[in-house]
């Protein structure tokens, strides 16, 4: 069997693994240096997002999909929507409890709980795998999402993370354990949830067609001009409202 593995698509989706991968290590380097590592870590998840958007392009442009490139994709998703948003998770959660020992406990105390709370982030991990061995094997997710896409879980999860170091806190330093709980638990729900999600793939470019894509878009763009980052989760609950709402329309699109 001839397999071509060094091919332009699949150079890019190492492109896309790479990038997961630094992510991953300034984020351990900043758990053991407390380094602020938020501006680094977006851009490699903004070119981890770029080149998983331009591997199935120009897959498609040269006509060279295969099943390898399939493959490695998810592998390549694997690190980057799925490992990076637990590792996101486990430093919020991990940071919570840092900031909540008190000077006398002992170190190895609040280490006990740091460990045992954050790694409570990594569950985020674990259901990105189902989601994208789920996503592998469902042939009815070609035209539309069910679940939330791990780049979309992805964005969420460092919004948040993104909010917590420009502020300290998210909600309020008293609540922000309960609610990072929370997103962690529904972050993993809507991995694998059966919920039809649209994708932003055009058949064309009608009104009557992608109304419901194009308001989104509008309103996310505004948001975004208005409240930068802290609006992200706001914009993705948006998403799923949409969805929910024109239900019937994404299935039979």
Not at 173 to 186: A, N
Request: charged letters at 10%; proline letters at 3%; aromatic letters at 16%.
């Amino acid at each position: 069997m001839n397999i071509k593995l060094f091919t332009i698509p699949n150079f890019l989706t190492l492109g896309n693994l790479f990038c997961g991968c630094l992510a991953v290590m300034y984020l351990n380097l900043s758990i053991a240096t407390e380094l602020d590592v938020t501006y680094i870590v977006l851009i490699l998840l903004l070119l981890s997002l770029v080149f998983d958007f331009l591997d199935g392009m120009v897959a498609r442009l040269l006509k060279s999909n295969s099943e390898i490139g399939i493959q490695l994709d998810s592998l390549a998703d694997m690190v980057s929507f799925g490992v990076v948003p637990g590792f996101l998770m486990f430093h919020l959660l991990g940071g919570y409890y840092i900031e909540q020992s008190k000077p006398d406990e002992l170190l190895c105390y609040a280490n006990v709980k740091f460990a045992f709370g954050a790694l409570l982030g990594f569950l985020i991990i674990l259901f990105s795998a189902l989601r994208l061995a789920k996503f592998n094997v469902d042939t009815e997710q070609s035209t539309y999402f069910k679940g939330l896409a791990t780049p979309a879980n992805t964005i969420l999860i460092f919004s948040l993370f993104w909010i917590q170091n420009q502020n300290g806190f998210i909600i309020s330093p008293q609540s922000d354990l309960y609610f990072l709980i929370v997103i962690t638990i529904l972050s993993c729900w809507l991995l694998i949830a059966n919920l039809p999600l649209f994708s932003f793939k055009f058949k064309g470019f009608a009104w009557n067609d992608n109304h419901y894509k194009y308001v989104f878009l509008i309103i996310s763009i505004i948001l975004l001009i208005l409240f930068q980052m802290n609006s992200v989760p706001f914009i993705i609950l948006l998403y799923i409202i949409i969805s929910i709402i024109f239900r019937k329309k994404i299935i039979h699109a």
